[in-house]
DNA sequence: TATTGTTATACTCTATAACTATA
DNA sequence: TATAGTTATAGAGTATAACAATA
């Protein structure tokens, strides 16, 4: 077999077919997503702020790879609509500490509820076994790249890329 | 267990997984990729081609999910750095018929012994057996989510989102 | 009339760099 | 002087809609 045909090791590697999966995951999830009115890195700072509470703008941009500026109006939008809160700190009046309000914790809980169903449809093909099993090897390769838990490159882009029409394909990158 | 705390089963599922270590591998490769002067979608085409030889623009943007009117200054750019040509069918001169040149040859083997190493990297923490399991268990998700195989929804996008300086992390999203 | 390749334009989103207020 | 939050702006990249040539 010619090595310049493009040949299996490229196509079917695991590592391609990681980012090719990958992909598909957060698409479909963004879709879901979609139904509670929320984008991938909105739901990120969701489950984040739910572990984290009272972190500071910059401290949140960080965690979530966003730049400061864009944080902004990203944080404004969530608190018009009543999911998280700014509290000026007392201590130092440069900073607030964002909190979720009682409903941004409705909110998460039926985000998670989205998630694990969105759980059982990518891993659908596997049995119980193997599902727990790739779990386990994922995890283990994302440890030793150390990737931090629950953060996703893709918080990055608030926004989600628009896709054309035609299949609701929202969100083709990483996000989710 | 509070279900609102963002658990477990948000973050370590394999579908959430996925999607990081997705976007992960995704941008460990593009960084490869950058020292061939390539983007991934370019790679993606260069193999494409190898193996579909002769089509036609419209097909091949239809194939990697691309619009025609970007495939258009997107061919122009590889036609010009002659990896790939543009031959006039003389069936219906409507129509292109992208080849590869000896050189886009060249760089495409170039670029499998990139991907072959990615794929060592990016598995570097799995044993012989594991890393086979593992793409075992992908391919089967794969398939019956009717991805096709070598086509990444990120070739979408022809160029990569630029990511601020610092840590060499280009192309977060999916495209590999 | 439909289709291929192409071009032009309007629009969205982002990074950069200022600015203010506090420390 | 340094930092948190904010705002404004210039630029990159895209989808949409036209267009000419050919069928």
Redesign the interface.
Do not use: V
């Given at each position: 077999m010619n090595?310049?045909?493009?040949?299996p090791?490229?196509?079917?590697?695991?590592?391609?077919?990681?980012?090719?999966?990958?992909?598909?995951?957060?698409?479909r999830?963004a879709e879901r997503l979609a139904g509670l009115d929320l984008t991938p890195a909105q739901a990120g700072l969701?489950?984040?702020l739910?572990?984290n509470p009272g972190r500071s703008q910059r401290e949140l941009a960080d965690d979530l790879g966003m730049?400061p500026s864009r944080f902004v109006p990203f944080v404004d939008e969530l608190e018009e609509r009543g999911l998280i809160e700014r509290r000026k700190n007392p201590r130092d009046r440069r900073l607030y500490a964002l909190h979720l309000t009682p409903q941004g914790?409705d909110l998460?809980?039926a985000?998670?509820d989205v998630?694990?169903d969105?759980?059982q449809q990518?891993?659908?093909?596997?049995t119980r076994a193997?599902?727990q099993?790739?779990?386990a090897?994922?995890?283990?390769?994302?440890?030793?790249?150390e990737?931090s838990?629950?953060?996703?490159?893709?918080y990055?882009?608030s926004q989600p890329?628009r896709?054309?029409g035609g299949a609701p394909?929202s969100r083709?990158?990483?996000?989710?």
């Open positions: 090595r310049a045909d493009g040949g090791e490229a196509r079917g590697g695991a590592a391609f077919l990681l980012a090719q999966l990958g992909a598909h995951a957060a698409g999830f969701l489950r984040h739910a572990q730049l914790l998460l809980t985000l998670l998630a694990a969105h759980e990518i891993c659908q093909a596997l193997e599902h099993q790739l779990s090897l994922l995890r283990r390769i994302a440890d030793q790249h990737l838990p629950g953060i996703h490159p893709g990055r882009w890329r896709s054309r394909t083709a990158d990483g996000a989710g």
